[in-house]
């Protein structure tokens, strides 16, 4: 049977406004951070595997789709091994970790040719997406459980609405350049500020586990 409770089992200690101000105000811009990377990937992805791959798909845009949908679909069980890292580690440790494993895979996927392409699309995806439970989890915890509801639906604006920003930086810097070596680069950038606002964040809190009575 599903009982609804207005308090969680396992409470959480009421974070200091100081600080549950400061993991919203950096998870934001963080989010975005993650967001806009994720997107201006996914923009970009199929016409790049287009360009580097061109004698895999000299047949038209189906294998590249197939290929793309693989790479996003095996990347996405990252969360996994994400969430799994959480429950044994920081997660915070996790999620600066996630930004600074990006940096250079964004930078190698800027000159990457090849089949190499495809392993390195597979490793920085995978690093974006392992993010989101650590993400998820610090935002949990410094919330009030009263407006988490709230929290996460700014999350999903940010995640989808705003980080759409991605896209458009993907069209201006491949319309400028022809290639994709400034749009990785930029992104790596985009991750290595995430990193650093990352930094800021509070040292972990841990739950409470509730008292048992007596028998």
């Known amino acids: 049977m599903i009982v609804e409770s207005k308090t969680d089992r396992v409470p959480t200690p009421p974070a200091e406004q100081r600080d549950a101000v400061r993991v919203f105000a950096v998870l934001a811009f963080s989010m975005l951070c993650t967001g806009i990377i994720y997107q201006a990937t996914q923009a970009g992805l199929p016409k790049m595997f287009q360009m580097r791959l061109e004698y895999l798909f000299a047949g038209g845009v189906f294998g590249i789709s197939t290929l793309v949908a693989a790479v996003f679909f095996v990347s996405g069980l990252m969360q996994l091994t994400g969430g799994w890292l959480v429950d044994k580690i920081s997660p915070k440790f996790v999620y600066i970790g996630a930004f600074i494993i990006q940096v250079p895979l ?75 070596v400034w749009l990785f680069t930029v992104l790596a950038c985009i991750s290595c500020a995430g990193a650093v606002a990352a930094l800021i964040l509070p040292s972990d809190r841990r739950r409470v586990p509730l008292a048992q009575p007596a028998e």
Request: proline share 5%; aromatic share 12%.
């Open 106 to 180: 964004l930078i190698l996927m800027a000159y990457a040719a090849g089949p190499f392409v495809i392993v390195i699309a597979v490793m920085m995806i995978s690093s974006n997406s392992g993010a989101l439970p650590a993400e998820n989890v610090i935002l949990a915890r410094y919330v009030p459980p009263a407006r988490r509801a709230m929290a996460f639906g700014f999350k999903f604006i940010l995640a989808i609405g705003f980080s759409t920003l991605g896209v458009q930086l993907e069209a201006v810097l491949f319309d400028h350049s022809g290639e994709f």
